[in-house]
């Protein structure tokens, strides 16, 4: 990652307070990466409306209730469904399914994992750490500023992704829906992939190669997914330190209520990843 231009560089180190001069590398990423923050959320936003605009086409509430029922507990357990929590498995339950559907999911892992291996270890690849370091600028700083640009653009992703659904819900006219109760899944889906990226930071920060620091993030990703939906790692005393294990959308949408314990977690990975990036990024050997 290198600052926009060698005056925006200047500026930084100037003797601005540290956290103007992080803004002023979150807001030189999001220029450079602005093309891709748009892909990613119009994306998701297409996913999500296409999904609700589906439904009816598929045989609504019959058909995937049909389908629902010849799932196996195991795979009920990996796709996270409950259908025991209301009556039925309806079109709020199936769009509930859609936050943690493959696609979405895959789109927003990809995009930590990709904010952090191009924040970081690309920039240490292509030495255009170099010239954002040339100036006072602590190292901390670099890894705060990747850091709140890839947070600022998870909230943009997942507010695409809801605001989506709503469009295709009103143009399936799929009737009254508790529309709010997704937008709090939109906020634990912020929260997982703000874990996410907090992980991916850390392997990022002590890395020279992006393509390495990318394939080892997603192996992360995908490795802590998995053992979310071991039945031995699942109901150990330690499950709750896996950020996959608070990130239940049919459950918030059904309850209404997102659990402050999961979400604070979630936001703790992903302060804690941050923070030891930093560490890690300020004490590494650039040379």
Known sequence: MALSSRATVGQAGSGRPSVVVVLLIALSIFRRRRGSLLAFAGGAAFFQALVAV??????????????????????????????NLQAGFGAQDYLAFTWFHPVFLGLGSAFVVGRAAGGLAEAVERGSVYLTLSRPVPRWTLVAGVALEMFAGLGVFVLASWLGMVAGVASARLGPLPLDRYLLVALAAWGLFAALGGGSLVISSVLSRASLAGGLAAAWTLLSFVLDV???VYNSPLAWLNPWHHYFPQEIVATGRLPAGGLLVLVAWALAGTGAAAVLFSRRDLG
Do not use: H, W
């Open 230 to 232: 071991i039945p031995a």
């Open 54 to 83: 589906s439904f009816p086409a598929i045989g609504g509430i019959e058909t995937v209730t049909s389908v629902i029922g010849t799932f196996p507990d195991g795979l009920r357990a990996l796709l996270k469904l409950a259908p």
